[in-house]
């Protein structure tokens, strides 16, 4: 396969990670956008070896907080008149789409590297090992991340009145 089918099967993975960092879609696209570009001109430097996902999101993730230390703000902020027709105007009916809300409003408010950890290996279904080569951490960091984060996440659920997750032993 050559390496723009490869780029573009990997859209919908990146969008996602960059709607997670973001919290805002229309930001995530564009730094999806200025991940792509840079891909594309910097392709010679990927290693076939190594896997392409593990590079991309290495790639949009430093873009992303480049674009933070440029801009000197650490989030995205929306306020009402932000908000697009209809959003979070009719609350889910369905206890699913009840626990997913609850999911992401918890997760939207675990701290940047809480949430970058728990993304990769819980979303995204990343080993440690590439979650640490894209965070520029040890393995043993990534560990420790996860492993605050998926308490910290129990915590706001229980707070919430949602126990969708179960504490493994």
């Known amino acids: 396969m050559d390496f723009r089918r490869q780029?573009?099967?990997?859209?919908?993975?990146?969008?996602?990670?960059?709607?997670?960092?973001?919290?805002?879609?229309?930001?995530?696209?564009?730094?999806?956008?200025d991940c792509l570009e840079r891909a594309m001109l910097k392709s010679h430097l990927y290693d076939p070896s190594?896997?392409?996902r593990a590079w991309l999101f290495t790639m949009l993730r430093n873009l992303h907080v480049s674009g933070l230390r440029r801009s000197g703000r650490s989030s995205v902020v929306k306020t009402v008149?932000?908000?697009?027709?209809g959003e979070g105007a009719v609350p889910p009916?369905?206890?699913?789409?009840?626990?997913?809300?609850?999911?992401?409003?918890?997760?939207?408010?675990?701290?940047?590297?809480h949430r970058e950890v728990i993304?990769?290996?819980?979303?995204?279904?990343?080993?440690?090992?590439?979650?640490?080569?894209?965070l520029g951490v040890p393995v043993g960091t990534v560990m420790s991340r996860l492993s605050r984060a998926r308490e910290q996440m129990r915590q706001l659920?229980?707070?919430?009145?949602?126990?969708?997750?179960?504490r493994v032993k």
């Open 81 to 85: 008149d932000d908000l697009m027709d």
């Open 157 to 166: 659920l229980e707070d919430r009145g949602h126990t969708g997750l179960r």
């Open 7 to 33: 780029l573009s099967a990997e859209l919908p993975v990146l969008r996602r990670f960059a709607r997670a960092l973001t919290g805002d879609p229309a930001l995530a696209d564009d730094v999806v956008q």
């Open 93 to 113: 009916e369905q206890e699913h789409r009840l626990a997913v809300g609850s999911v992401s409003e918890a997760l939207d408010r675990l701290s940047a590297q």
């Open 50 to 52: 190594r896997p392409l």
């Open 119 to 134: 993304v990769l290996v819980g979303l995204e279904e990343m080993s440690y090992r590439d979650v640490s080569e894209i």
